[in-house]
């Protein structure tokens, strides 16, 4: 910004010079004789009987003299002049200013800015111009302002800065135009993205610098570089991982770690980051003497005592004694006890490593919830968020449970941040609720290509969101297809029917196959219901209705019990079903691992063509070992399919053990008929599984996403209604199989795969085999 201020006096300037001088001389001269004479100077008084304004065009003259504050014939200082010259330099209309006295006239000369005529991005390549036209505040046909123009270029760098380039300059530039108008250029230097080249830990015993890798957000950067953008280095980043790294300690007993600092030094070439945790440990402790006391008269502690699920030897961790204070206060609330609370009261036990608790039942401060004030959703409904808060204005201001509705809050994956926090109400036994929260995109369009050993090349399109309307819906589109099969479903949830913690869903199915690995085709198509509720803190239940119609058809074999099963076309099923599920990994209390049991069973013959009861269970138990390096896994799993009255099964109900025994092709083992021409599978009404299964580090550079695994297969596929064979009886009886192997898995920016690599120990001559495979990794 330029400007000038001249006060322009009825001389010639070399006249003026000597006066200057004249007057020096006499000054001096006079303070040198006596000190007494001097007498005191007056500052110079102007009084305009006039004030012009020159050179605005858009910017009103009164406008301007608002912002100088000048009125005609006001005795004028020249400090009240340059007064008046700033404010209407800081107004930011104006990219040259003057303030010229001439007698009795007051000249205001001013150059107004000019209007930005378009806007241009320059040199950047990675964030595209939408991109960046998004973050700025500079506008087309808006006044252009030097102040703005830069704070621009700062956000834009700041943009690439988050996105790892940190060596990025932004310089914003105009290009003047006629008519007072000026195109604005942010020219781009994007640099290239600093990567972090090593994470390294300083001061950790007990876990090894693989294994706390494993647990940051910020990775390593490996061959991958270009396509794993969480190698990039983000300061912000740090603060995160320093939180993560805490949490994975304190829920292993060490209570005095502390990350005490996390340092990222730049190389000399900007283009690499080494960060270094320095973490003190400390030593693990297991909890101790428990103990309850209540000080509240008439409240017994013995109740609270006996919804407690702790135990003396058990790994000491903050969320431990949360969820068991949480058990308590709840039991209160039945109780009709308001502002009752639970305090632990910890004792350290150093030379035996253990904590001493005892829970102490008080009385709490009579504080209510006034209002929950929610703020930053734009897309998600108030009622989404109101909902994850078991607290309502009016009820008893409870500090453990605002915790936990934010915590639940952030589990909804729907916001990027969610802060919450209470502050004091209008009254002093009244608080605030705030909810500030900043939404994240919760919906995928997908289109890809898939390939598996047992179905081929395929196409897959799939849409999904998390959050339908805003309203917290879950919504699924999927079509796929492969060489000999089309997939395509549709499913819709509800998590809070009626505003409860009650799930509702809706779905259907249509699915296809032309003689994969069959010599006959079949068809599917269903329609699905149902509600699911908790039952406590680690189970829950789903109950389902389904209507469906199988067909099985063109078989092109000879087997009489495939013949008889193509015969009778499409059969139609209504089944009820439920499914139990409990599952002690969700609440987190053993971070090493947990059990889940999922049991369920379907009873088809209230109306249609069929009648079975089809049951189902499954029970996984997991756990690390060796420091955690290596997790070892063991499952079990099984079903029954059970024929009423005079219904014989079809291949369509039937169990063939797809995906349950490795090692084999799909459709691979179970009971066949031996003295027909195809030899198919006929499937089994019962399966039974035990899989046992370790996944290890390889010793590669766990940024490259590499590790290895071992499994072991036991199982089998017996039991047919009707084994009438072309060649005589089908030997349907229980025969195991058994496989070992070995697995790669390779975390990618397209997903998990898996490779397994498999041998049979013990199988039958018409089994097929396959000895590799490679599939998408999935958990339970």
């Known amino acids: 910004m330029q400007g000038t201020f001249r006060m322009i006096r009825g001389r010639s300037s070399r006249a003026g010079a000597r006066a200057r001088l004249l007057a020096t001389a006499v000054f001096i001269g006079a303070a040198t004789v006596s000190t007494p004479f001097l007498l005191p100077a007056y500052a110079q008084v102007f009084s305009f009987s006039n004030v012009v304004v020159e050179g605005n065009v858009r910017v009103d003259p009164a406008t301007i003299l608002a912002y100088a504050g000048i009125s005609r014939g006001d005795a004028v200082s020249a400090a009240a002049l340059n007064d008046a010259y700033q404010r209407i330099v800081n107004s930011g209309l104006f990219e040259t200013v003057e303030v010229i006295p001439q007698d009795s006239t007051l000249l205001i000369r001013v150059q107004e800015y000019p209007i930005v005529n378009v806007i241009n991005f320059e040199g950047n390549k990675r964030l595209k111009d939408e991109q960046l036209a998004e973050i700025v505040q500079s506008e087309s046909r808006r006044v252009y302002s030097p102040s703005m123009a830069e704070s621009d270029a700062a956000t834009i760098a700041e943009a690439y800065r988050v996105s790892g380039r940190l060596a990025a300059t932004v310089t914003p530039k105009i290009i003047r135009r006629s008519e007072n108008r000026v195109d604005l250029v942010f020219e781009v230097t994007e640099g290239r993205v600093v990567e972090i080249e090593r994470l390294s830990f300083v001061g950790n015993r007990a876990f090894s610098d693989r294994r706390l890798r494993q647990v940051l957000?910020?990775?390593?950067?490996?061959?991958?570089?270009?396509?794993?953008?969480?190698?990039?280095?983000?300061?912000?980043?740090?603060?995160?991982?320093?939180?993560?790294?805490?949490?994975?300690?304190?829920?292993?007993?060490?209570?005095?770690?502390?990350?005490?600092?996390?340092?990222?030094?730049?190389?000399?070439?900007?283009?690499?980051?080494?960060?270094?945790?320095?973490?003190?440990?400390?030593?693990?402790?297991?909890?101790?003497?428990?103990?309850?006391?209540?000080?509240?008269?008439?409240?017994?502690?013995?109740?609270?005592?006996?919804?407690?699920?702790?135990?003396?030897?058990?790994?000491?961790?903050?969320?431990?004694?949360?969820?068991?204070?949480?058990?308590?206060?709840?039991?209160?609330?039945?109780?009709?006890?308001?502002?009752v609370r639970v305090e632990p009261r910890i004792t350290r036990n150093d030379r035996g490593q253990a904590v001493d608790i005892e829970f102490a039942i008080v009385r709490g401060e009579r504080v209510f919830v006034e209002r929950i004030d929610i703020e930053g959703n734009a897309t998600t409904l108030d009622q989404v968020i109101r909902r994850q808060f078991r607290t309502v204005e009016g009820d008893p201001f409870n500090p453990r449970e605002i915790r936990q509705s934010a915590e639940r809050i952030r589990a909804l994956g729907f916001f990027s941040d969610a802060q919450v926090d209470a502050q004091p109400g209008s009254a002093p036994d009244q608080v605030v609720v705030n909810v500030d929260v900043e939404e994240q995109p919760t919906g995928s369009l997908s289109f890809g290509l898939s390939y598996s050993v047992a179905s081929g090349t395929g196409f897959n399109i799939g849409f999904s969101e998390t959050n339908f309307l805003g309203r917290g819906q879950r919504l699924s589109l999927s079509l796929s297809s492969g060489t000999d099969s089309q997939n395509s479903s549709f499913s819709f949830t509800e998590p809070a029917l009626l505003g409860r913690e009650l799930s509702f869903s809706v779905g259907a199915y249509y699915r296809t196959s032309d003689n994969e690995n069959a010599v006959y085709d079949t068809r599917n198509i269903g329609f699905t219901t149902g509600i699911g509720f908790p039952l406590g803190e680690q189970s829950n239940i789903d109950l389902r209705l389904r209507l469906s119609e199988d067909r099985l058809s063109d078989y092109g074999g000879d087997s009489p019990i495939l013949i008889a099963e193509s015969a009778l076309g499409a059969l139609r099923t209504v089944s009820l079903g439920y499914t139990y599920e409990y599952d002690t990994r969700i609440t987190g209390l053993n971070p090493k691992g947990g059990v889940l049991l999922r049991f369920g069973q379907d009873f088809a013959g209230l109306g249609g063509d069929t009648k079975y009861v089809l049951t189902n269970a499954l029970a996984?138990?997991?756990?690390?070992?060796?420091?955690?390096?290596?997790?070892?896994?063991?499952?079990?799993?099984?079903?029954?399919?059970?024929?009423?009255?005079?219904?014989?099964?079809?291949?369509?109900?039937?169990?063939?053990?797809?995906?349950?025994?490795?090692?084999?092709?799909?459709?691979?083992?179970?009971?066949?008929?031996?003295?027909?021409?195809?030899?198919?599978?006929?499937?089994?009404?019962?399966?039974?599984?035990?899989?046992?299964?370790?996944?290890?580090?390889?010793?590669?550079?766990?940024?490259?996403?590499?590790?290895?695994?071992?499994?072991?297969?036991?199982?089998?596929?017996?039991?047919?209604?009707?084994?009438?064979?072309?060649?005589?009886p089908v030997d349907d009886s229980f025969i195991p199989r058994a496989t070992i192997g070995l697995s790669v898995f390779w975390n990618t920016p397209i997903g998990p795969l898996r490779f397994n690599f498999s041998q049979a120990l013990k199988k039958e001559d018409y089994d097929k085999e396959q000895t590799f495979d490679l599939t998408i990794s999935t958990k339970f």
Do not use: C, H
């Open 217 to 339: 957000e910020t990775k390593q950067a490996g061959f991958l570089r270009n396509l794993i953008k969480r190698d990039t280095f983000v300061a912000e980043r740090l603060e995160v991982d320093k939180q993560v790294l805490t949490e994975f300690y304190l829920s292993r007993g060490y209570i005095d770690f502390q990350v005490t600092d996390a340092s990222a030094e730049v190389s000399r070439e900007r283009d690499a980051t080494f960060v270094t945790f320095t973490i003190r440990e400390g030593l693990p402790y297991t909890v101790g003497n428990i103990s309850t006391v209540s000080e509240i008269e008439g409240v017994d502690a013995a109740e609270f005592e006996a919804v407690q699920k702790i135990r003396t030897g058990q790994t000491y961790t903050p969320l431990l004694i949360d969820n068991n204070i949480t058990r308590m206060e709840t039991l209160a609330l039945k109780k009709g006890l308001n502002f």
């Open 620 to 728: 996984l138990a997991e756990t690390r070992i060796l420091n955690e390096e290596v997790a070892i896994r063991a499952i079990f799993e099984g079903g029954v399919l059970t024929s009423l009255g005079d219904n014989t099964s079809r291949a369509t109900e039937r169990f063939f053990g797809n995906g349950k025994i490795r090692g084999f092709e799909l459709n691979g083992i179970g009971p066949r008929d031996l003295g027909a021409t195809d030899q198919d599978a006929l499937g089994g009404n019962l399966f039974a599984v035990a899989r046992f299964e370790a996944d290890f580090p390889l010793g590669l550079p766990e940024e490259y996403g590499i590790s290895g695994g071992a499994f072991l297969d036991v199982g089998s596929v017996w039991s047919l209604d009707n084994n009438a064979g072309l060649g005589g």
